[in-house]
C-alpha cells in the first residue's frame, strides 16, 4: 500500500485512507486480468492501487477537482492502465466494459447500483461513512437475489504521544459493503 502522505493532495478532494484501501483492495480479490470501475475516484487512491493489481481501471468523478487531482496522481505513480472520465457514473457506466466495481462515493447510488447490476459485476465494492447510505444500499441488495452481501464497519485508530504516553484518536468509521455475484470463485 501507498502511503496516504506519498499522494498529491488537493483541498476538499477526498481520499480513501491507507488502512481503508488496503481492506477495500482484499475485498475486490483483483486479479491481473481484472478490468475495474472507480466510481467517484476522488484523489484516486483507489484508482493508483488498483491499477498496480488489474489489467485496466476507469477512474470516474464529476468534480473537476477530483479530476485534476486524480490526473496528478496517475502521473506522479507512473500509471498507464487508466482511462480517467469526467461525469457522473450513471451517464458512462452503460459504455464500459468492466468485471468489477469500486464505488467511492456517488450522490446517485440507486441508478449506478441499477447499472452495475444489470452488467453482471462479479464484485462491487461499496466504502460508505453515512450510516443511512448504508442502510440504502443494503436494502437494495435485499431485493437482488443473484449477490451475496457482506458489510463490514472498520475503525482506524492511531496513536499520539501525550504526556507520558498514548492515546488512541480515531477516524471515521467507514462501512465496506462487498456485493458478490453468486456462483462466482471470489471467496
Known amino acids: 500500500m501507498i502511503r496516504d502522505e506519498d499522494f498529491f493532495?488537493?483541498?476538499?478532494?477526498?481520499?480513501?485512507k491507507e488502512e481503508i484501501r488496503a481492506i477495500s483492495i482484499g475485498k475486490l480479490q483483483l486479479e491481473p486480468e481484472?478490468?475495474?470501475?472507480?466510481i467517484g475516484?476522488?484523489?484516486?487512491?483507489m484508482t493508483v492501487e488498483i491499477a498496480k493489481r488489474c489489467k485496466f481501471v476507469y477512474a470516474i468523478d464529476y468534480s473537476e477537482d477530483a479530476v485534476v487531482t486524480t490526473g496528478r496522481n496517475l502521473e506522479l505513480f507512473n500509471i498507464k492502465n487508466?482511462?480517467?472520465?469526467?461525469?457522473?457514473?450513471e451517464e458512462v457506466l452503460?459504455?464500459?466494459?468492466?468485471n468489477k466495481a469500486f464505488v467511492g462515493g456517488t450522490k446517485?447510488?440507486?441508478?449506478?447500483?441499477d447499472i452495475l447490476t444489470a452488467k453482471n459485476t462479479e464484485v462491487i465494492v461499496i466504502n460508505t461513512i453515512v450510516l443511512e447510505n448504508t442502510a440504502k444500499i443494503l436494502n437494495y441488495f435485499q431485493d437482488v437475489e443473484k449477490y451475496e452481501t457482506e458489510v463490514v464497519n472498520v475503525v482506524?485508530?492511531?496513536?499520539?504521544?501525550?504526556?507520558s504516553g498514548h492515546m488512541m484518536l480515531s477516524r471515521n468509521p467507514v462501512n465496506i459493503i462487498t456485493c458478490r455475484l453468486k456462483g462466482?470463485?471470489?471467496?
Open 9 to 16: 493532495r488537493m483541498e476538499g478532494v477526498p481520499l480513501t
Open 34 to 38: 481484472d478490468v475495474v470501475v472507480d
Open 41 to 45: 475516484c476522488g484523489s484516486g487512491g
Open 82 to 89: 487508466c482511462k480517467l472520465i469526467k461525469g457522473r457514473g
Open 94 to 98: 452503460e459504455s464500459l466494459d468492466f
Open 108 to 113: 446517485n447510488i440507486n441508478k449506478i447500483l
Open 156 to 163: 482506524v485508530s492511531y496513536g499520539r504521544k501525550v504526556g
Open 184 to 187: 462466482d470463485s471470489y471467496g
